[in-house]
């Protein structure tokens, strides 16, 4: 199953999301792969501290090699029974620039190289699941991990702005693509009970709503902590999330 990760806009803690989900996924002894596609601003490698890499996802998408050379295997990060792959994308200033300015044709070429890792992946490597960390909004690079995925998780935060673009994004392409779409409200304020309600009013196909905590803010190893804190709200509230697709 490939699972894309999307926002309309960025700050929404998409990429915390991202990894805590494949860590939980791998967690449950399936064999997962997280690919960083925010080619835009890629973070997963300054977050795990891998280094420079021999290939990147860049590599990939310009034909330069193939999706096995590009995979590390990050299964020491807090891993106990599956296996967590991750595809980095490079995080150079020239490949960023490179990346920004490549043309429509380019982009096709790349959602058949996407196309492509379903069964590169899926079948010929054995992953049960592959996540999608995309850029936000609606750029040609995101809308290709859109349009590749099985279903999708849009993450957004109650601000109004953030809640009418996500409302917009869902209703003028998602709905064209006839994309299944989950939407998670992260970092949110309110009591339960009233912004139940709320939500309830947006129209939205919401799953959960996670509630900001400072206790993810203020810690060191926050991109892994529902794996160091089994027993925390935001831990408790990703494995309903993480139940309803494993």
């Given at each position: 199953?490939?699972?894309?990760?999307?926002s309309y806009?960025?700050?929404?803690?998409?990429?915390?999301?991202?990894?805590?989900?494949?860590?939980?996924?791998?967690?449950?002894?399936?064999?997962?792969?997280?690919?960083?596609?925010?080619?835009?601003a890629?973070?997963?490698?300054?977050?795990?501290?891998?280094?420079?890499?021999?290939?990147?996802?860049?590599?990939?998408?310009?034909?330069?090699?193939?999706?096995?050379?590009?995979?590390?295997?990050?299964?020491s990060?807090?891993?106990?029974?599956?296996?967590?792959?991750?595809?980095?994308?490079?995080?150079?200033?020239?490949?960023?620039?490179?990346m920004?300015?490549?043309d429509?044709?380019?982009?096709?070429?790349?959602?058949?190289?996407?196309?492509?890792?379903?069964?590169?992946?899926?079948?010929?490597?054995?992953?049960?699941?592959?996540?999608?960390?995309?850029?936000?909004?609606?750029?040609?690079?995101?809308?290709?991990?859109?349009?590749?995925?099985?279903?999708?998780?849009?993450?957004?935060?109650?601000?109004?702005?953030?809640?009418?673009?996500?409302?917009?994004?869902?209703?003028?392409?998602?709905?064209?693509?006839?994309?299944?779409?989950?939407?998670?409200?992260?970092?949110?304020?309110?009591?339960?009970?009233?912004?139940?309600?709320?939500?309830?009013?947006?129209?939205?196909?919401?799953?959960?709503?996670?509630?900001?905590?400072?206790?993810?803010?203020?810690?060191?190893?926050?991109?892994?902590?529902?794996?160091k804190?089994?027993?925390?709200?935001?831990?408790?509230?990703?494995?309903?999330?993480?139940?309803?697709?494993?």
């Open positions: 199953m490939i699972i894309t990760v999307h806009k960025g700050g929404t803690g998409k990429t915390l999301l991202s990894l805590n989900i494949a860590a939980m996924l791998a967690n449950r002894d399936k064999k997962t792969c997280l690919l960083d596609l925010d080619f835009r890629p973070s997963l490698g300054a977050i795990l501290k891998t280094g420079k890499s021999e290939y990147w996802l860049n590599d990939y998408l310009n034909k330069a090699c193939e999706i096995g050379r590009v995979l590390r295997d990050c299964s990060y807090c891993i106990a029974e599956g296996k967590l792959f991750v595809g980095f994308a490079n995080p150079s200033t020239e490949a960023i620039r490179e920004a300015s490549k429509r044709k380019w982009e096709m070429e790349a959602l058949c190289r996407l196309l492509l890792l379903k069964k590169s992946l899926l079948e010929r490597l054995g992953f049960d699941y592959v996540i999608f960390d995309t850029s936000p909004g609606l750029e040609y690079s995101s809308m290709n991990t859109i349009v590749t995925a099985d279903f999708v998780f849009v993450v957004t935060t109650l601000d109004k702005s953030d809640v009418e673009g996500t409302q917009r994004m869902i209703r003028e392409f998602y709905e064209l693509f006839n994309k299944k779409t989950w939407v998670i409200f992260n970092k949110t304020l309110q009591s339960f009970l009233p912004l139940e309600r709320k939500l309830e009013s947006l129209q939205l196909p919401i799953v959960e709503a996670i509630p900001c905590s400072c206790d993810i803010l203020s810690s060191e190893e926050a991109y892994f902590f529902a794996s804190k089994p027993n925390h709200i935001f831990t408790k509230t990703l494995q309903k999330i993480v139940s309803r697709i494993s």
